[in-house]
C-alpha cells in the first residue's frame, strides 16, 4: 500500500474545473477542505485514501461568502466557523448557528473548520446541523450537470451518509430571510465548552408567539437535535403538536413525550441513552418555558 | 511536490508530500523546532502557528495547503540571541510557563489574540482571554498565571510585531 500522504492530490483553482473532475473521476476523488477531521482521520489510519484527493481550498474566491441573495442568506462550503461567529448578517438572522460556530473546537478550529466539511462528514454530532435544520437551511449540490437545491432535513438517509453522489460537490448553505421576529436557542451539552463532542445538541427558532387567553400560543417553531438519533434529525411531529396549540403545562408534557418517540438516543463512550433522552427533553422544556410574549 | 509559501517573511519552497503534517515540515524539513507535537489530533495546541494571521494546528495543516499562504511560526517573535516579545516577557514575569511545553502554542494563539486587540481597539477580559486559548492546553499553570501574563503585555499596548511587519 502506498503511503496515504503520498498520494497524488488535485488542487483546481476554479469551482468548474473541480465540477468537472467530478465528472469524469468523481467515484476516485477525496474531497479535502478544511481537513480538520480527514487529517485526525489520516494520522489514525481510519482514512485510506485510495483513488486521488481532490483539495478544494484554493476555490476559495468563490466558495467562501456570507451574503444576501434572492432573499436568501448565503453561505459558501468553504466559510469557516470563524467567518460565522463574525459575521454581523449571520449574528443577526441566524444566532443559534453563531452560537454553534463558537463551541466547535476551539480559535484554531474554528480558523480551519468549514460549514461545507461539518455537513459532508455527517456525524450526528456535528454542531452546525441541529441550528441549520431548525433554521429550515437548505444545501446546494453542484455537478457539471448544474445545480440542485435540497432541504437539509432530506440530506442524511442513514448514519454518517448522505445523498449527495459522487459527482457532485456541495457549494453553498442557504436560510431564508426571517420575515418576522423569532426566538432562537442553541444548546449544545458536552463536557467542556471547548473541544467537546456533544452529548446531545438541541437547536430551536419559534415566531408569532402570541398571548391568548388560556396561555401563549406559538405560532410557529422549528427543532432540530444532533447526537441523539443515527442522524442530525429535525423534530417534525414535535413541531406539530406545538404549532398553533396553546402552551400549557400537559401540552409540554405531550411534547416531551413526542420528542422522545422521534429521537433514538443510544449509549456510547461519551453517555447514555437515558441521559440523552432526559437531557433532550429537558433542553425543550427549556426553550418552551422561556418564551417571550411578543407585545 | 514543490510547495511555494511565505515562511516568517521569507519566499520558502520546499518538497514534501502534499498531505504531509505542516507540522513535520516545520520540524523535520526546514529544522524549525519551536513548534511542538502534543497530541497530533487537534486538542492540545502546542503545535499552533499563524497562517495570514490565524492561528491554526500545524498537526492538521496539510502541506499542500500552505501553497501561497503567509506562515508565522514561534521564530519569527524572537530570536535567541535578541529580545523576547513582550507576551514572551510578559509570561516570564507572571510565571507563566513552567514546565514549557504548552508555552510556544499558548505565545501564537496569545498573539493572534493580542494583535487582533489591536486591530479592534477592544478590552481584554478573563473571558475573551480564555476563549483565546481554550485550545492550548497547560497542565502545570491552571491558566491563572497565563492569563495574567497575556493582560500584563495587552496594557503594555502593542504585542512585538514579527520582524517583518
Ligand atoms: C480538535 C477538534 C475539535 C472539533 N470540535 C468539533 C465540534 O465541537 N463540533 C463539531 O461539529 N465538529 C468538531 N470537529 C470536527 C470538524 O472540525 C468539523 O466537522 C469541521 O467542520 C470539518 O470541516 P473541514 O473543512 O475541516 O472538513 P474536512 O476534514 O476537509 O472534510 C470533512 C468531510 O467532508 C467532505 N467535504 C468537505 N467539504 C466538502 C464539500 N464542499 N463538498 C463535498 N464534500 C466535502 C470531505 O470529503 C470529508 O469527508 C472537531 C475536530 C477537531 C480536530
Ligand atoms: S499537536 Fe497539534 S494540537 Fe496537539
Ligand atoms: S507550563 Fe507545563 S503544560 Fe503549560
Known amino acids: 500500500m502506498t503511503d496515504p500522504r503520498k498520494i497524488e492530490v488535485f488542487s483546481p483553482e476554479t469551482l468548474s474545473a473541480a465540477v468537472q473532475v467530478l465528472a469524469e473521476v468523481g467515484s476516485e476523488a477525496h474531497i479535502l477542505a478544511g481537513g480538520t477531521d480527514l487529517m485526525v482521520a489520516l494520522e489514525k489510519g481510519f482514512w485510506q485514501p485510495k483513488g486521488f484527493v481532490l483539495n478544494i481550498s484554493r476555490i476559495e474566491p468563490e466558495l467562501r461568502y456570507i451574503r444576501m441573495e434572492d432573499g436568501d442568506v448565503c453561505m459558501g462550503a468553504l466559510t469557516t466557523f470563524a467567518d460565522i461567529a463574525r459575521s454581523d448578517l449571520l449574528n443577526t438572522e441566524a444566532p443559534s448557528l453563531v452560537a454553534a460556530a463558537r463551541e466547535i473546537g476551539a480559535q484554531q478550529i474554528q480558523n480551519r473548520a468549514t460549514i461545507g466539511g461539518n455537513i459532508m462528514n455527517a456525524s450526528p454530532a456535528g454542531d452546525s446541523m441541529p441550528p441549520l435544520l431548525a433554521l429550515d437551511a437548505r444545501v446546494v449540490l453542484k455537478s457539471n450537470e448544474g445545480p440542485r437545491t435540497l432541504p437539509l432535513f432530506s440530506f442524511y438517509p442513514a448514519y454518517r451518509e448522505t445523498v449527495s453522489q459522487p459527482s457532485e460537490l456541495l457549494t453553498e448553505v442557504r436560510i431564508a430571510r426571517r420575515d418576522s421576529p423569532t426566538q432562537d436557542y442553541f444548546r449544545k451539552v458536552a463536557p467542556r465548552r471547548a473541544q467537546a463532542i456533544s452529548k446531545v445538541i438541541l437547536a430551536a427558532r419559534a415566531w408569532n408567539v402570541e398571548e391568548t387567553e388560556e396561555g401563549p400560543r406559538i405560532g410557529s417553531i422549528r427543532l432540530g437535535v444532533g447526537s441523539v438519533a443515527p442522524t442530525p434529525l429535525r423534530l417534525f411531529e414535535t413541531e406539530r403538536l406545538l404549532e398553533k396549540a396553546v402552551l400549557t403545562p400537559s401540552l409540554m408534557g405531550a411534547a416531551g413525550h413526542m420528542l422522545e418517540t422521534e429521537i433514538s438516543p443510544i449509549d456510547d463512550m461519551r453517555s447514555t441513552a437515558e441521559y440523552r433522552r432526559q437531557v433532550c427533553r429537558r433542553l425543550l422544556d427549556d426553550f418552551l418555558s422561556n418564551l417571550l410574549l411578543e407585545s | ?165
Not at chain 2, 517573535?77 to 504548552?102: H, M, N, V, Y
Request: with cysteine; aromatic share 4%; net charge negative.
Open chain 2, 1 to 165: 511536490m514543490k510547495i511555494t509559501f511565505e515562511l516568517n517573511g521569507a519566499l520558502t519552497t520546499v518538497d514534501s508530500p502534499p498531505l504531509a503534517r505542516f507540522l513535520d515540515v516545520l520540524r523535520d524539513t526546514l529544522g524549525l523546532t519551536a513548534t511542538k507535537e502534543g497530541c497530533g489530533e487537534g486538542e492540545c495546541g502546542t503545535c499552533s502557528i499563524l497562517v495570514d494571521g490565524e492561528v491554526v494546528n500545524a498537526c492538521l495543516l496539510p502541506a499542500i495547503q500552505v501553497f501561497g499562504r503567509s506562515v508565522e511560526t514561534l521564530e519569527s517573535l524572537s530570536d535567541p540571541a535578541g529580545p523576547l516579545s513582550k507576551l514572551q516577557e510578559s509570561l516570564l514575569a507572571t510565571d507563566g510557563a513552567q514546565c514549557g511545553i504548552c508555552t510556544p502554542g499558548m505565545v501564537m494563539a496569545g498573539t493572534a489574540f493580542l494583535r487582533q486587540l489591536k486591530a479592534t481597539g477592544a478590552q481584554p477580559c478573563d473571558r475573551s482571554i480564555r476563549q483565546a486559548i481554550a485550545g492550548n492546553l497547560c497542565r502545570c499553570t491552571g491558566y491563572s498565571k497565563i492569563i495574567e501574563g497575556i493582560k500584563m503585555a495587552a496594557a503594555q499596548g502593542t504585542p512585538q510585531e514579527s520582524a517583518h511587519d
